[in-house]
Nanobody
Framework: QVQLVESGGGLVQAGGSLRLSCAAS????????MAWFRQAPGKEREFVSV????????LYADSVKGRFTISRDNAKNTVYLQMDSLKPEDTAVYYC???????????????WGQGTQVTVSS
């Protein structure tokens, strides 16, 4: 049974930082991309960032570029999202996802975590 478990969310003031983690278990994900999406109240789920299997390729949404950094540790089946210079508009539930294709389309990801809340106060 595949499980993705996110951690690291919480409440932070604007300008602060958080580091999200997502540990995958139940199978190995060789050559799979790992990604982060987020969903704010009343809004659709949106792409945040994706990293390729090797870690050599990354992609970011324009809204987080230069502030967020994605990384992964394949030995631990874990993906991270370092979030710096947080803004109130970053407030959302953050989800990690794993899929065979390196892209920003939520529909292409087979496995999803349960989400972790990030709240940024002004």
């Amino acid at each position: 049974q595949v499980q993705l478990v996110e951690s690291g969310g919480g409440l932070v003031q604007a300008g602060g930082s958080l580091r999200l983690s997502c540990a995958a278990s139940g199978r190995t994900f060789n050559y799979y991309a790992m990604a982060w999406f987020r969903q704010a109240p009343g809004k659709e789920r949106e792409f945040v960032s994706v990293i390729s299997w090797s870690g050599s390729s990354t992609l970011y949404a324009d809204s987080v570029k230069g502030r967020f950094t994605i990384s992964r540790d394949n030995a631990k089946n874990t993906v991270y999202l370092q979030m710096d210079s947080l803004k109130p508009e970053d407030t959302a539930v953050y989800y990690c996802a794993v899929g065979p294709h390196y892209n920003s389309r939520a529909s292409d990801y087979n496995y999803w975590g349960q989400g972790t809340q990030v709240t940024v106060s002004s």
